[in-house]
């Protein structure tokens, strides 16, 4: 079965700070990979996803995640954190079947970022 | 273009009681996913619908029970509710089929069981 590890429940950088939020898999099939985020009280807003292709994923406001097979892993950065990104961030891997698929999530990761 | 919608926003129940949630999808979106997130956990998968069929179904008690509309919506209904059913229920929609792989999370509703 298909699980997910996100490294640190709290992560806290300074304004201008690299971001870095880690997330190791366990897949039995190739991976699909996600990165949520969710503000306060709002639901999840896709950040980035990895399907075949380019490992290095781009996403919206800045984030990036790599793809290693190798380390299972598929950890987000940023490399210059602004106020407005403290949320909690998902990983989450999909689980497929039978040509649907579900949704895999870690514990999430909150992360603070001050002045 | 309306997203994921869900209603009602907030509610408080007792023990023992039943609550219907619901949720529309995504315009062109067929299929729905229920997800039930704990404080201070990740969400997790209750079940999904497809086709106004149950097509996959998580780790949940037969308490929880859904259906789907032929316009796409969708209920998800809890019985005899429990104080550990009080969480964040998150309703996702995408297409079946489709190659972006991409689920789209409505706001949820905060249930609250006293």
């Known amino acids: 079965a298909q699980s997910v590890t996100q490294l640190g429940s709290h992560v806290s950088v300074s304004e201008g700070a690299l971001v870095l939020l880690r997330c190791n898999y366990s897949?039995?099939?190739?991976?699909?990979l996600f990165w949520y985020v969710q503000y306060p009280n709002q639901g999840l807003q896709l950040l980035l996803k990895?399907?075949?292709?380019?490992?290095l994923v781009k996403g919206i406001n800045g984030f990036e995640a790599e793809f290693k097979k190798s380390e299972t892993s598929f950890h987000l950065t940023k490399p210059s954190a602004h106020m407005s990104d403290a949320a909690e961030y998902f990983c989450?891997?999909?689980?497929?079947?039978?040509?649907?698929?579900?949704?895999?999530f870690g514990t999430g990761t909150r992360l603070l970022v001050s002045p | 273009d309306a997203g994921v919608t869900q209603s009602p926003t907030h509610l408080i129940k007792t023990r023992g009681q039943q609550v219907t949630l619901r949720c529309s999808p995504k315009?062109?979106?067929?299929?729905v996913s229920w997800y039930q997130q704990a404080l201070g956990q990740g969400p997790q998968f209750i079940f999904q619908?497809?086709?106004?069929?149950?097509?996959q179904r998580g780790n949940f008690p037969d308490r929880f029970s859904g259906h789907q509309f032929p316009n796409y919506s969708s209920e998800l209904n809890v019985n005899a509710l429990l104080l550990g059913d009080s969480a964040l229920y998150l309703c996702?929609?995408?297409?079946?089929?489709?190659?972006?792989?991409?689920?789209?999370f409505g706001p949820g509703t905060r249930l609250t069981v006293t």
């Open positions: 990895y399907t075949t292709g380019a490992t």
């Open positions: 897949s039995s099939v190739p991976p699909y």
């Open positions: 619908y497809y086709e106004e069929e149950e097509r």
């Open positions: 989450a891997v999909s689980d497929r079947s039978n040509g649907f698929q579900k949704l895999v």
């Open positions: 996702a929609s995408s297409l079946a089929g489709s190659a972006s792989y991409e689920q789209y």
């Open positions: 315009s062109g979106h067929d299929t």
